[in-house]
Each structure stands twice: as C-alpha cells, then as structure tokens.
C-alpha cells in the first residue's frame, strides 16, 4: 500500500456517480459508458448501472480529485477442468486452501468478488494506481465476514482498440479457461466478444 501512503489516496463508497461528472480515462467505450445513460448495447450506462444496485461504486481520491473508481459485485467463478489443473501445478498451489482435498475440486462453482469496472484518470495512469486499487480490492475481500470469497473476477476490456487484459495479468489475473470456450462458441454463433473471462486466486494475509 505504499502507493495509497506517498500519495494520500483514500477510497470512499458512493450512492451515486455525480463526482465523476469530469472523469475521464480515455478509453471511448468507457467514458461513454460513464457518461451516457445509454451504453453501445442500449442496456444503460453507469448511472443506471449504479441506480439498479447491480454492483457498488467505489471512488478513488487523491486529496479532493476522483482520481479512479471501480465496482463491485457478488460473482459465481466456474472453474474447468482445465483451469483447475493450472492452479494444482501453481507454485503457491500449498496456498489454495484444501488444494489436495478431493471434495474441493469436486465443487463445480466457487464464491467470488467481481470487479466490474475500473477505471484510473488520464493523468493518473502509469503511476501504479490501478495495482494498488486490485489490492484494496483484495484486502476488502478477505475482510468479508458474511460470506467465504476465494477468488476475483473481471470481464477484462478487449474490443480491438484497447484490451485491459495486460494490466489484469501483471495483476495476477489469468485467462479463465471457462471463458475461452464462452468467447469461442461466441465467435462460432457470428457474435463479437468484447471481453475476455479472468480470475485471481485471494490469497490469505502474509503472517
């Protein structure tokens, strides 16, 4: 958390997006969606995102600026027998709680956080603050008295202009096999997949 210290960033929960009325971080798709009611699909942008309670907003301040926001949800993360194989073979593998018990793996769904959009300020970017909100993101996950959260999840951006995929992988993130398939029989059926499936394993506090 470094990052959050140097620079004074706090995070605060909002009912609303009325402090984003300037936000911008350069992504069209994005900023329209932050900006209009209606997003490129018709099915209503932020506000209405927000006013539904499909997910909560988080704002990022930087002293009184909104320097980033994201949200967030409950999520449901089906593993392959692909993707399970990956994590068995991961070097913290000894991490994954009950990775040896054959109960685990039987469970065909796993509880989840997901981050449904992120966003960090044009002249906020490349400043490591979008690594420091993933582990905010974190660190709230593991705090989670109600319910049990193994992992997080993203719809990361990949629409041909600009994919966010990179960032989620030097994150941690990786490609959910699951997804791939989704994307795939997508692609097969004429339709255009705009995002890629990712997931990180929440990793318990270092003692």
């Given at each position: 958390?470094?990052?959050?210290?140097?620079?004074?960033?706090?995070?605060?929960?909002?009912?609303?997006?009325?402090?984003?009325?300037?936000?911008?971080?350069?992504?069209?798709?994005?900023?329209?969606?932050?900006?209009?009611?209606?997003?490129?699909?018709?099915?209503g942008g932020l506000l209405k995102h927000i006013?539904?309670?499909?997910?909560y907003l988080w704002l990022v301040y930087e002293?009184?600026?909104?320097?980033?926001?994201?949200?967030?949800?409950?999520?449901?993360?089906?593993?392959?027998?692909?993707?399970?194989?990956?994590?068995?073979?991961?070097?913290?593998?000894?991490?994954?709680?009950?990775?040896?018990?054959?109960?685990?793996?039987?469970?065909?769904?796993?509880?989840?956080?997901?981050?449904?959009?992120?966003?960090?300020?044009?002249?906020?970017?490349?400043?490591?603050?979008?690594?420091?909100?993933?582990?905010?993101?974190?660190?709230?996950?593991?705090?989670?008295?109600?319910?049990?959260?193994?992992?997080?999840?993203?719809?990361?951006?990949?629409?041909?202009?600009?994919?966010?995929?990179?960032?989620?992988?030097?994150?941690?993130?990786?490609?959910?096999?699951?997804?791939?398939?989704?994307?795939?029989?997508?692609?097969?059926?004429?339709?255009?997949?705009?995002?890629?499936?990712?997931?990180?394993?929440?990793?318990?506090?270092?003692?």
């Amino acid at each position: 958390m470094d990052t959050l210290r140097k620079n004074k960033i706090r995070f605060e929960r909002a009912e609303d997006i009325s402090a984003l009325l300037n936000f911008k971080c350069g992504v069209k798709q994005m900023d329209d969606f932050i900006h209009s009611e209606h997003d490129y699909k018709d099915e209503g942008g932020l506000l209405k995102h927000i006013e539904f309670g499909l997910s909560y907003l988080w704002l990022v301040y930087e002293e009184e600026h909104v320097i980033a926001f994201f949200t967030l949800s409950k999520d449901v993360l089906i593993l392959s027998y692909e993707d399970k194989s990956m994590i068995e073979k991961s070097p913290k593998a000894n991490t994954f709680p009950n990775a040896n018990e054959k109960k685990f793996w039987e469970r065909g769904k796993y509880a989840a956080i997901g981050i449904d959009y992120l966003a960090v300020s044009e002249e906020k970017q490349n400043h490591k603050i979008g690594t420091a909100i993933i582990a905010k993101i974190e660190e709230y996950a593991r705090e989670d008295k109600l319910s049990s959260t193994l992992f997080l999840t993203v719809e990361a951006l990949d629409n041909g202009e600009y994919s966010s995929t990179v960032f989620y992988k030097k994150c941690g993130f990786r490609l959910s096999e699951a997804g791939k398939t989704r994307n795939e029989n997508m692609e097969r059926d004429g339709h255009l997949p705009l995002t890629v499936r990712m997931y990180k394993r929440i990793l318990p506090t270092k003692e």
